[in-house]
C-alpha cells in the first residue's frame, strides 16, 4: 500500500504561479512512475505531467511550457511548478504512482485560478 498526500493547492491570479507537493509513504518510491492529473468540475480527469525514476518527463499539451514536474527520491516527493496559470487550470490536482504492485491516488488539492 503506497498512501500520497498532495498539498500546496489553492487560490491564485492569473499570471500567477503555484507548486504542489506529494509525499508517498514507501521507501520504494524511487521505482515508480509519478503522475499528477486534474479534474475540472463537470470534467473528466485528465493526465498533466509524469516523471520516470530515472526523471525523464513528459507533458500535456495543455500545460506544456508553463509546468514542471520533478521528484526528490531522497524524500519521497514529487512536485508540480505551475507558472503562468490560467483560469482553466482550475481542477483538483491529484498525484498518481505507477508501481509494480499496482496503481495508487493522493486525496487531491484544488487549485482556483481567477481574479
Known amino acids: 500500500q503506497v498512501q500520497l498526500v498532495e498539498s500546496g493547492g489553492g487560490l491564485v491570479q492569473p499570471g500567477g504561479s503555484l507548486r504542489l507537493s506529494c509525499a508517498a509513504s514507501?521507501?520504494?518510491?524511487?521505482?515508480?512512475?509519478m503522475n499528477w492529473y486534474r479534474q475540472a468540475p463537470g470534467k473528466q480527469r485528465e493526465w498533466v505531467a509524469s516523471?520516470?525514476?530515472?526523471?525523464?518527463?513528459n507533458y500535456a499539451n495543455s500545460v506544456k511550457g508553463r509546468f514542471t514536474i520533478s521528484r526528490d527520491n531522497a524524500k519521497n516527493m514529487v512536485y508540480l511548478q505551475m507558472y503562468s496559470l490560467k483560469p482553466e487550470d482550475t481542477a483538483v490536482y491529484y498525484c498518481?504512482?505507477?508501481?509494480?504492485?499496482?496503481?495508487?491516488w493522493g486525496q487531491g488539492t484544488q487549485v482556483t485560478v481567477s481574479s
Open positions: 514507501r521507501s520504494s518510491f524511487s521505482i515508480y512512475i
Open positions: 516523471i520516470t525514476s530515472d526523471s525523464s518527463t
Open positions: 498518481h504512482a505507477a508501481t509494480i504492485v499496482g496503481t495508487y
